[in-house]
């Protein structure tokens, strides 16, 4: 079996709402959008210098020799995929792959496709390895997001995003010494009811309200460092969470001397409390939502 094993940039294009546009508008004018947003991104990727792997489902893989190649398409990806129902998820890697067959293997691919996943819709993360191979200024485009765990990997590393994205505040991940309640609680019926202001929204069991900047959640914030999309209270099975995606993360508090820093990962949430979207609930400027969880 022929297979050579090359330094290159792994770019995964992850194309997402496809699902609520096949629900508006049909599955034949969805398949038409879904597959000119596909040709789109591998067009921007070849005109780059870029090397089109596959396209699997909603995404596309490709490889560049040059870092700075990799770069410039991400970005002329994200100026051009911003509006209308689809955006992308992008993840950037740099490092040794295989490649035999036509495809690409190896830890990098891996890694570039949970950056893909991790990322929120619209965003791009970068890794470490991709920044330090960047010319000083390439990285000049880019801001360190923060230290992120993937599955798989022993260390946290160092995660990057665009300069220009949401424009959150860069935080530490929940500091040390931080315990998170996820244990599950028995499945049961319950209403989670949320405020914010004059707004008020509650969900049931299978049912999520979304918090963000972006005038498409379910309860608007309008602060610079929230995200367009914060994160979402959601009901499954019973048990009430909270699923953090932002780039400045959430402060949840139960009660008195109670709070926690959470940032792009779930929780469960239990009784009632409030959260503070990217500031501490204590400072003036901090936008408070109260959540009760009601039985029955």
């Known amino acids: 079996m022929n297979q050579e094993r090359i330094l290159a940039a792994v770019l995964l294009a992850d194309v997402v709402g496809s699902t609520p546009l096949y629900e508006r508008i049909g599955d034949d004018a969805a398949l038409q959008q879904i597959s000119d947003c596909l040709d789109a991104i591998r067009g921007i990727a070849v005109r780059h210098g870029g090397d089109f792997i596959h396209s699997k489902g909603d995404d596309v893989l490709s490889l560049f020799e040059r870092p700075e190649a990799a770069l410039r398409a991400v970005l002329q990806i994200s100026s051009q995929l911003t509006k209308g129902s689809l955006t992308t998820r992008i993840g950037l890697h740099f490092g040794a792959v295989i490649r ?5 293997f190896g830890d990098v691919v891996n890694v570039t496709a949970r950056l893909s996943t991790t990322a929120n819709p619209g965003e791009v993360l970068i890794s470490q390895s991709f920044f330090e ?6 990285r000049s485009a880019l801001r360190l997001l923060d230290k992120m765990p993937f599955k798989g990997k022993e260390e946290p590393f160092d995660v990057y995003t665009l300069g220009s994205d949401d424009g959150g505040l860069t935080t530490q991940i929940a500091s040390q010494g931080t315990i998170i309640d996820r244990r599950f609680a028995p499945a049961r019926h319950i209403n989670l009811v949320i405020r914010y202001g004059d707004q008020l929204r509650s969900c049931r069991n299978n049912e999520f309200v979304t918090i963000g900047r ?4 379910n309860i608007v914030v309008p602060r610079p460092w929230v995200s367009r999309h ?34 792009r990962e779930a ?3 239990f009784g009632s409390g409030v959260i503070s979207p990217g500031r501490r609930s204590s400072l003036s400027d901090a936008q408070i939502l109260s959540y009760e969880i009601i039985s029955g």
């Not at 035999?100 to 690409?104: K, N």
């Not at 191979?133 to 390439?138: F, P, T």
């Not at 959601?234 to 969470?241: D, K, L, P, V």
């Open 214 to 217: 972006s005038p498409e959640c």
């Open 267 to 269: 929780i469960l949430l």
């Open 133 to 138: 191979a960047l010319s000083s200024e390439g």
């Open 230 to 263: 914060h994160a979402t209270f959601t009901i499954s099975n019973g048990r009430a969470g909270l699923a953090e995606r932002s780039s400045s993360g959430t402060f949840v508090s139960t009660g008195p001397d109670q709070e926690v820093f959470v940032r």
């Open 100 to 104: 035999t067959r036509g495809e690409v």
